[in-house]
């Protein structure tokens, strides 16, 4: 549904591996609704739809009715920059997906502990967005869902410290499959020559340090892996993610792994995050060219 109306901008079936494709008018705040008989409904917000672009959105989990009633969340706040939980941080939950405003439905008793661990319990079966936020940090927000009579946990948030006017944040998180994903990103420097910033250049010396800086690397799954662009030129900068796990796959052995891997690149300024990318689903090949 386009913002503001109740009307449906389009509707369609997904097909048999879970996927859908809606063409509608662009325009910014549509709502997705997501039903099938015996599950429990899941509404995504706050789509935008760019002309002549496909817009992906994150997997959506939906929830089969024997798993209604009500159950418990926790999961781990994590610095985007040192990859280490973040204590002290106050985490709330709207109804749905992608839900960044509107009415908070449930708040953690306490704020993440030492660790950065947070716990909701007592909470209806559905999908939700978590938003975590405290002094000295962006709001982030991620997806949660809740399963009646269980605890899940590790669903987990990555928040990023706040960024000074001119600098933007490239945060990468995504599944358990596979183990590691590598961000690459490109961009101009003043002499009309380009950068290419990339995992080696965390481990041995960055030539481009004032320009740019890859802040953290992770090769063990779910990310983060963070790349902060500290002054801005213009030109194009591109960012891909390349599947280093299974780089060896080929069009006869191919992988789906990274396109199945959930990844996410959330991208921040000093305003907080401005942009939300979700990997393309059910596709080989192990580059998933992001933006330029």
């Given at each position: 549904m386009p913002a503001g109306s109740l009307d449906p901008a389009a509707q369609t079936d997904t097909i048999a591996d879970g996927s859908f494709a809606l063409i509608v008018p662009p325009a910014g705040g549509y709502t997705v609704i997501f039903t099938k008989e015996g599950y429990l409904p899941a509404t995504y917000f706050e789509i935008s739809a760019a002309a002549n672009q496909t817009t992906y959105i994150e997997a959506v989990l939906q929830i089969d009715a024997t798993h209604a009633g009500i159950g418990s969340i926790g999961g781990t706040i994590i610095n985007a920059l040192t990859g280490e939980g973040v204590p002290g941080l106050a985490v709330e939950l709207r109804e749905g997906l992608n839900a960044t405003s509107g009415t908070v439905v449930a708040t953690a008793p306490l704020p993440t502990d030492g660790a950065g661990h947070y716990s909701i319990t007592?909470?209806?079966?559905?999908?939700?967005?978590?938003?975590?936020?405290?002094?000295?940090?962006?709001?982030?927000?991620?997806?949660?869902?809740?399963?009646g009579g269980l605890m899940i946990?590790?669903?987990?948030?990555?928040?990023?410290?706040?960024?000074?006017?001119?600098?933007?944040?490239?945060?990468?998180?995504?599944?358990?499959?596979?183990?590691?994903?590598?961000?690459?990103?490109?961009?101009?420097?003043?002499?009309?020559?380009?950068?290419?910033?990339?995992?080696?250049?965390?481990?041995?010396?960055?030539?481009?340090?004032?320009?740019?800086?890859?802040?953290?690397?992770?090769?063990?799954?779910?990310?983060?892996?963070?790349?902060?662009?500290?002054?801005?030129?213009?030109?194009?900068?591109?960012?891909?993610?390349?599947?280093?796990?299974?780089?060896?796959?080929?069009?006869?052995?191919?992988?789906?792994?990274?396109?199945?891997?959930?990844?996410?690149?959330?991208?921040?300024?000093?305003?907080?995050?401005?942009?939300?990318?979700?990997?393309?689903?059910?596709?080989?090949?192990?580059?998933?060219?992001?933006?330029?």
């Amino acid at each position: 549904m386009p913002a503001g109306s109740l009307d449906p901008a389009a509707q369609t079936d997904t097909i048999a591996d879970g996927s859908f494709a809606l063409i509608v008018p662009p325009a910014g705040g549509y709502t997705v609704i997501f039903t099938k008989e015996g599950y429990l409904p899941a509404t995504y917000f706050e789509i935008s739809a760019a002309a002549n672009q496909t817009t992906y959105i994150e997997a959506v989990l939906q929830i089969d009715a024997t798993h209604a009633g009500i159950g418990s969340i926790g999961g781990t706040i994590i610095n985007a920059l040192t990859g280490e939980g973040v204590p002290g941080l106050a985490v709330e939950l709207r109804e749905g997906l992608n839900a960044t405003s509107g009415t908070v439905v449930a708040t953690a008793p306490l704020p993440t502990d030492g660790a950065g661990h947070y716990s909701i319990t007592d909470l209806p079966a559905g999908n939700y967005t978590a938003c975590a936020y405290g002094d000295g940090y962006h709001s982030t927000f991620f997806s949660v869902v809740c399963l009646g009579g269980l605890m899940i946990d590790n669903q987990d948030g990555t928040i990023t410290p706040i960024l000074p006017p001119g600098q933007t944040r490239l945060v990468l998180t995504w599944g358990e499959v596979p183990a590691d994903l590598d961000s690459h990103l490109t961009g101009p420097l003043p002499d009309g020559t380009r950068f290419w910033l990339f995992y080696y250049y965390l481990y041995h010396p960055n030539p481009w340090a004032l320009y740019v800086s890859l802040d953290h690397d992770d090769t063990t799954s779910f990310g983060p892996e963070t790349t902060t662009i500290l002054l801005q030129i213009d030109g194009v900068y591109r960012f891909t993610v390349h599947d280093f796990t299974n780089g060896n796959a080929t069009a006869q052995s191919p992988s789906f792994a990274l396109s199945n891997s959930g990844a996410l690149v959330r991208v921040y300024r000093d305003e907080g995050l401005v942009a939300k990318f979700a990997v393309p689903p059910n596709r080989s090949g192990t580059l998933w060219a992001v933006f330029d």
